[in-house]
Each structure stands twice: as structure tokens, then as C-alpha cells.
């Protein structure tokens, strides 16, 4: 050879044979554990664009009628228990479930708006708002039943 180079014959290759790219063998990684990935970063054969369930989603509204009926019941319970316990169920109703639903719906539903196939629908934010009114009143009237009971002892 010319210019002090040295010659590559076939057998210093270190490609692969041909054909070991149109296997169906898994491939073995350097750590010895086999891969069945198409591709070097984990993804399955097929998985590309477009490969996507899509099948369209919407915002977990189950969560809000849930708040809104914890809340309407906490109402309930401060109003026709007038007793410690009657308000402190009442404010743990309203408070906790009806206030922790309704924040359990702004998780879910962040988490499914990275969906591509989301749909939005404007009266999904006016049910949020609804059922966080509703939960803050059940809040107000609760404590105000417990203030009432501390008031008298």
C-alpha cells in the first residue's frame, strides 16, 4: 500500500456478517443480556410513529361528581347532625374528599392532556370550578357547625 497506510482484508472486520441485520435472533448487548428491541434505545419493533393506540380520551369528570357528592353530603351531615362528631364528619367529607378529589382530578387530568388523542371539552372546567366552590362552601359550613358546638360547651 501507498503512504504507509495499512491494508484491511475482510477478516480484521469487525461488522457483522452479512445478513446478521435481517435475523430474527435477539441481539446480545456487550453485558451478555439479550435485546428484542428494533432499534439501540429500547423501543419495540413497530412501535413508531403512528404505531399509537388512538383511541381519544377526555378529563376524569367521574372525579368531580364524586367531589361534588362528598361535598353536598358533608353539607348535609353539618346540617342535620348538630353535634361534635356531626361537624367534624362533615368537615373531613368536604375538606379532605371533596377538596382531595378535586385535586386528584387536576393530577388525572394533566396526565391524560400529554395524550395526543385528548379531548377538550370547555365544560369539563366549569364542573372543576363547580365542584371546588361546592367543596369550599361544604368547608365553611362545616366549620362554622363545629364552631357553633365549641361555642356552647
Given amino acids: ?3 504507509g497506510f495499512p491494508s ?3 477478516s480484521a472486520s469487525s ?5 446478521a441485520f435481517g435475523s430474527s435472533e435477539p441481539a446480545t ?12 434505545f429500547g423501543s419495540q419493533p413497530g412501535a413508531g410513529f403512528g404505531a399509537t393506540a388512538t383511541t381519544p380520551t ?5 372525579l368531580l361528581y364524586g367531589s361534588i357528592a362528598a361535598s353536598v353530603v358533608g353539607i348535609g351531615v353539618a346540617l342535620l347532625l348538630p353535634t361534635l362528631v356531626g361537624g367534624a364528619i362533615g368537615w ?13 382530578f387536576t393530577v388525572r387530568n394533566a396526565q391524560r392532556q400529554a395524550n395526543p388523542w385528548y379531548l377538550y371539552y370547555g365544560w369539563h372546567t366549569v364542573v ?3 365542584s371546588v366552590v361546592v367543596a369550599l362552601v361544604a368547608v365553611v359550613v362545616a366549620a362554622g ?5 365549641l361555642g356552647r360547651m
Wanted: net charge positive; charged share 5%; hydrophobic share 55%.
Fill in 1 to 3: 500500500m501507498s503512504a
Fill in 8 to 10: 484491511v482484508t475482510a
Fill in 15 to 19: 461488522s457483522p456478517a452479512a445478513g
Fill in 29 to 40: 448487548s456487550a453485558f451478555g443480556s439479550s435485546s428484542t428491541s428494533a432499534d439501540g
Fill in 58 to 62: 377526555t378529563a376524569p369528570v367521574a
Fill in 92 to 104: 373531613v367529607l368536604a375538606a379532605l374528599v371533596g377538596l382531595g378529589l378535586s385535586t386528584f
Fill in 128 to 130: 372543576y370550578r363547580a
Fill in 145 to 149: 357547625r363545629l364552631a357553633l358546638v
